[in-house]
């Protein structure tokens, strides 16, 4: 079985910071993990994934992260947040399903 | 071009209803998924389809929770004699492939948010 565990519920930053989301995962095989962001009222969109290929990931809007097999990690970071990046943010785990196993999120509030 | 969409938006239902909640994939997409979101929590896997076929659907609560997608395009979640607990925001997803997952992104719709009184 596999789980991922966002180890934040809730992340405040000022305009202009950095941003790090934790995430730590659990699996029995080589996982695939992704980040996903919602936007309230707005469909869950895919920021970045990892496939197996190159450990440092990027994404959409600046954002990236690195898988670190080690520490059982893929925090998510970004060098910069922008009043627009506040929203809920959710680490996801897959092995050889189908379906995506969600994080419980971590809510990101952009202070100007 | 469109994304994925779902009907109703919100949908209120008195304890004891059923309710039918409709799911509009991107055209050409072959595989859906149904997930449910408790308030303050991440979505849950409910069932899983490729083109017609209901190939996984271990993730539905009860067998008062059906879902169909007869023709291989639109899906409807039909929920039975729904109970306080059912109340969540269901989400459609559909995906180009059927293949590994990490090749084909799954398009999320933006919700049903189902309120049980």
């Known amino acids: 079985a596999q789980s991922v565990t966002q180890l934040d519920s809730h992340v405040s930053v000022s305009e202009g910071t950095p941003v790090l989301l934790r995430c730590n995962y659990s699996s029995s095989y080589s996982p695939s993990l992704f980040w996903y962001v919602q936007h309230p009222n707005k469909g869950l969109q895919l920021l970045l994934k990892y496939t197996s290929a190159a450990t440092l990931v990027k994404g959409i809007n600046g954002f990236e992260a690195e898988f670190k097999k080690s520490e059982t990690s893929f925090h998510l970071t970004k060098p910069s947040a922008h009043m627009s990046d506040a929203a809920e943010y959710f680490c996801?785990?897959?092995?050889?399903?189908?379906?995506?196993?969600f994080g419980s999120g971590t809510r990101l509030q952009v202070q100007p | 071009g469109a994304g994925v969409s779902q009907s109703p938006r919100y949908k209120v239902a008195k304890r004891g209803q059923d309710v039918a909640l409709r799911c509009d994939p991107i055209s050409g997409h072959v595989s859906l998924f149904w997930y449910q979101q408790a308030l303050g929590q991440g979505p849950e896997f409910l069932t899983y389809?490729?083109?017609?076929?209901?190939?996984?659907k271990s993730g539905l609560p009860s067998d008062r929770f059906f879902a169909e997608r007869p023709e291989g395009s639109v899906s409807t979640l039909k929920i039975q004699r729904t109970q306080q607990e059912d109340s969540a925001v269901y989400l459609c997803?559909?995906?180009?492939?059927?293949?590994?997952?990490?090749?084909?992104?799954?398009?999320f719709g933006p919700g049903t948010r189902l309120t049980v009184t």
């Open positions: 997803a559909s995906s180009r492939g059927s293949g590994q997952l990490t090749s084909y992104e799954q398009y």
């Open positions: 996801v785990v897959s092995v050889g399903r189908r379906a995506l196993t």
């Open positions: 389809f490729q083109n017609e076929a209901q190939l996984d």
